[in-house]
């Protein structure tokens, strides 16, 4: 047997040491500054992992993994997943994004957004690099491409910030060791290249890089005296210098948790924690790493079927990753291995007794058996990415963006999954039938004297609190005094009306006066607001909207509804869509075709309901008849069976009837 050399093991040429061995290495070691200088307790400049970790890990090949890669051209779309959606409740904007070639995603550069904005906006929801790599700063030796130079050269901010680079202890410490929180609280005072050192606690970062003006000289000395300065913790620091990093090999739940929760809502609110059950793996007691595995190019699989890794580890193995291939084993034609067989991790081998083979070409695992519970209409869902689950915060489960689920439609391979679902709200122009969104940052800047909104479009402009007067016009003197909750459904309902009329009376004037504010500033013939579907314009009678029919407009992807799969939480087989019996699905009250959904956003107005049934393609009539059919289904095995047991009778009592027939025949005969 031949052994690979070190420098060629996993399949590529390496000059970096590794242990070999399931044991966690410990981590005691010097660390780095920016300006690729030893820290000692006296220093007062930020750690940097690129110097740091880049010592001895592969930060290039790392670099280009799935966390990373989605802001290079020359990387795999792979299957679509939830966008980055800029939201901004002052101007009612939840735009999705996206750099890879995801269908109804706007990319960032298109729409003339810089990679620092976006590192500001989203780079709490980011282990560093990417986007977030400023060019030619820090000292390091990151490369950067053209694409990188072109956005920086639209701000100067990026000289003052310093880059957020890929922070490996966001996923490798120690469960618990982390703060994400202070990390955030960096990002949003512009400290980018700060984060990663309040994140693991190294020591007090004071100062705000937000504080320092656009026009300041990075070079200056005043400009310098300005920016953050590190305190570091004495007690971190060995007698030799170095520092012990409590890190894992293997990223803890916490960490993925941080980016990858959800939450849902429904007309109570924020659903309560305590009575969701995990996912059934992880009540199992199983990790996300183990089935979310990656190698050193930190390509981490995705788990779906038909996935594509460039690792050099073979695609059965992939395969067996996915749902069906760990519980059904690999699908790859002529695989006959033993790793291609089910039951990897110990999974069960599902048997779906009595379940007609057409299930699995039209549905995915996860239609039956993953995501929230379906109920009879879509509720809202809340995520780690678009809703900074995990920050600090009073939320009511309505914040922007709103996003719907599970919705139960197809995907691009024709089977039907439950997805999530929102719908584009952005300001925009409209010239020759296309719609184009404006970058979210511009319009605020064009909006803010016209719409006058200090933090929601919602409450401020859609559903303005009505006044005393009104109230007491609306209930009288007596009632109008009244708490809420002593109100009748009556008055809710009557003052809910009126509360209705005056949002819209205000949207017409306030998005009227911003459509022409635009207009002018950008010297265009019609800007448009976008939301649930519709597209508003202003009219020439003055203060008042129309909406633009839907013929007249040729790009309609970009005001429909968006979906991308979701996966988790699995829910055990018991809990499956179908364990009930046939009828669970095949009912004219089914879930997975007729619960509905509708299109939501910040207008104020909302589209009709819809089923899961139009959703798919099926046709109304072919539904019912075929649901009907599955109704009596039942009664017809008992009409069938009891029919089998006349006629067994009766052809008995005709076999007795003959066979005395031919006794009496014979005995005449003799």
């Not at 952005?426 to 016209?450: C, H, M, N, V």
């Not at 017409?508 to 911003?514: D, L, N, Q, T, W």
């Not at 504010?517 to 314009?537: H, M, P, Q």
Request: aromatic share 8%; net charge negative; with cysteine.
């Amino acid at each position: 047997m031949t052994i690979a050399s070190p420098e060629l093991l996993y399949g590529q040429t390496t000059k970096y040491a590794h242990s070999d061995s399931n044991a966690r290495y410990i981590h005691h070691i010097d660390l780095y500054d920016i300006h690729n200088r030893k820290i000692t307790p006296e220093s007062d400049q930020p750690y940097s992992s690129l110097n740091t970790c880049g010592r001895c890990h592969d930060y290039e090949t790392i670099s280009h993994g799935w966390h990373f890669n989605a802001f290079m051209n020359d990387t795999v779309d792979g299957r679509v997943g939830e966008p980055w959606i800029w939201t901004d409740p002052r101007t009612g904007t939840q735009l999705p994004l996206s750099y890879r070639d995801w269908k109804q995603t706007f990319n960032p550069q298109d729409l003339g957004i810089s990679h620092w904005d976006m590192t500001h906006q989203f780079g709490s929801r980011v282990p560093g690099g990417g986007f977030a790599v400023a060019p030619q700063v820090d000292g390091d030796a990151a490369e950067t491409s053209r694409e990188e130079a072109r956005h920086a050269a639209t701000s100067n901010r990026w000289p003052l910030s310093g880059s957020l680079q890929i922070d490996c202890m966001v996923c490798h410490a120690s469960s618990g060791v982390y703060d994400f929180n202070s990390r955030r609280e960096q990002i949003e005072d512009e400290n980018f290249a700060w984060a990663a050192t309040a994140g693991i606690r190294l020591g007090t970062v004071k100062g705000s890089v937000s504080r320092i003006k656009d026009d300041a000289d990075p070079a200056d000395e005043s400009t310098q005296q300005k920016l953050p300065k590190v305190t570091y913790d004495p007690r971190r620091f060995e007698l030799d210098g170095t520092v012990f990093m409590d890190l894992v090999r293997q990223p803890s739940n916490n960490a993925c948790f941080q980016c990858h929760s959800q939450q849902t809502v429904t007309d109570q609110g924020i659903e309560l924690r305590w009575m969701h059950d995990e996912d059934v793996h992880l009540r199992a007691g199983m990790q996300c790493v183990d089935c979310h595995r990656n190698g050193i190019e930190h390509h981490t699989t995705r788990g779906f079927a038909g996935e594509s890794n460039p690792s050099s580890v073979s695609a059965t193995t992939i395969e067996t990753l996915s749902c069906s291939g760990c519980h059904m084993g690999s699908e790859q034609t002529g695989s006959s291995t033993i790793a291609s067989r089910p039951g990897r991790l110990g999974a069960p081998f599902p048997h779906h007794a009595g379940l007609p083979p057409l299930h699995f070409e039209k549905l995915a695992c996860t239609a039956c058996h993953g995501g929230p519970l379906p109920r009879e209409q879509a509720m809202q869902i809340m995520t780690s990415l678009s809703h900074s689950l995990g920050s600090k915060d009073h939320r009511t489960g309505l914040e922007l963006p709103s996003i719907a689920g599970p919705i139960y439609s197809k995907g691009d391979d024709g089977k039907i999954y439950p997805q999530r679902a929102l719908w584009p709200a952005f300001w925009g122009t409209f010239s020759e039938g296309k719609i184009q969104p404006l970058d979210p940052a511009t319009t605020y800047d064009l909006t803010r004297k016209s719409l006058r909104v200090r933090r929601d479009f919602v409450k401020e402009i859609i559903k303005p609190k009505l006044s005393s007067s009104e109230r007491k016009k609306i209930l009288g003197d007596e009632r109008a005094k009244a708490p809420e909750t002593e109100l009748t459904p009556a008055e809710h309902e009557t003052l809910a009306a009126a509360q209705n009329a005056a949002g819209r009376e205000l949207f017409h004037e306030k998005v009227s006066a911003s459509l022409a504010a635009i207009e002018k500033e950008l010297n265009v013939e019609t800007a448009v607001y976008v939301s649930s579907g519709f597209v508003y314009r202003r009219t020439d009678e003055g203060n008042s909207l129309s909406q633009v029919p839907r013929d007249e407009i040729k790009n309609t992807d970009a005001i429909e509804m968006m979906t991308w799969p979701i996966a988790h939480n699995v829910r055990p087989a018991g809990w499956s869509l179908g364990a009930g019996g046939c009828t669970e699905c095949h009912s004219e009250q089914s879930a997975i075709f007729a619960s509905t959904v509708q299109s939501i956003g910040p207008g104020p107005d909302q589209g009709e309901r819809i089923t899961m049934a139009s959703l798919q393609g099926l046709d109304p009539n072919q539904t019912l008849m075929w649901n009907q059919l599955f109704a009596g289904r039942a009664s017809f095995k008992y009409i069938m069976a009891t029919s089998i047991a006349l006629l067994c009778l009766i052809l008995l009592v005709g076999v007795g009837a003959l066979a005395s027939r031919f006794t009496r025949r014979n005995h005449h005969t003799v």
